[in-house]
Antibody
Framework: EVQLVQSGAEVKKPGESLKISCKGS????????IGWVRQMPGKGLEWMGI????????RYSPSFQGRVTISADKSISTAYLQWSSLKASDTAMYYC??????????????WGQGTMVTVSS | EIELTQSPGTLSLSPGERATLSCRAS???????LAWYQQKPGQAPRRLIS???SRATGIPDRFSGSGSGTDFTLTISRLEPEDFAVYYC?????????FGQGTKLEIK
């Protein structure tokens, strides 16, 4: 079964760092782009960026460039989203998702279950 | 960056009725790289349509997508109770692969 399994919910304080993960299984992890999508409470979906685990080619939305870092460790089929200094406005559900076509651009066909990040003092 | 505008924001219909959801892009979407997703409360989004009109595996044929260029439509021919949810369009023809703001389909 093709699936993405994300790390568990996090509660952090402003200024703290955080790295959340997304582990792929059931397919060739290095061959498909993985993306991250933010959903703030009660709001819509926001595309943050994508990474190609095969060569770590990464693209960011201008809205998130410099605020987060997307990375991947192909040896353990895991993608990451990290912050160096969290803000309260980072409170949201974060989804990872896989693009449907190997090596190319496509819609997201497989989604992780989401990781809720809460930032509060 | 391509901006996607979905309309209406909320659509109130009854089971059995036909739903028409619109997604308009601020510039032409390359190769009709336009997808539709359904999201229910507490769940991750689910892909319905990609390439503007191709249904994903397992999606009922009451869901159909159409359009090209800047204007796209998701049609649900006969609403079932499980279809009431929020629907998002997304373009993946140019980075960033933006989403629309969503249309909430609610029971009338």
């Amino acid at each position: 079964e093709v699936q993405l399994v994300q790390s568990g919910a996090e509660v952090k304080k402003p200024g703290e760092s955080l790295k959340i993960s997304c582990k792929g299984s059931g397919y060739s992890f290095i061959s498909y782009w993985i993306g991250w999508v933010r959903q703030m409470p009660g709001k819509g979906l926001e595309w943050m960026g994508i990474i190609y685990p095969g060569d770590s080619d990464t693209r960011y939305s201008p809205s998130f460039q410099g605020r987060v870092t997307i990375s991947a460790d192909k040896s353990i089929s895991t993608a990451y989203l990290q912050w160096s200094s969290l803000k309260a406005s980072d409170t949201a559900m974060y989804y990872c998702a896989r693009m449907a076509v190997a090596g190319g651009t496509d819609a997201f066909d497989i989604w992780g279950q989401g990781t809720m990040v809460t930032v509060s003092s | 960056e391509i901006e996607l505008t979905q309309s209406p924001g909320t659509l109130s219909l009854s089971p059995g009725e036909r739903a028409t959801l619109s997604c308009r892009a601020s510039q032409s979407v390359r190769s009709s790289f336009l997808a539709w997703y359904q999201q229910k409360p507490g769940q991750a989004p689910r892909r319905l349509i990609s390439g503007a009109s191709s249904r994903a595996t397992g999606i009922p044929d009451r869901f159909s997508g159409s359009g090209s260029g800047t204007d796209f439509t998701l049609t649900i021919s006969r609403l079932e109770p499980e279809d009431f949810a929020v629907y998002y369009c997304q373009q993946y023809g140019s980075s960033p692969h933006t989403f629309g703001q969503g249309t909430k389909l609610e029971i009338k």
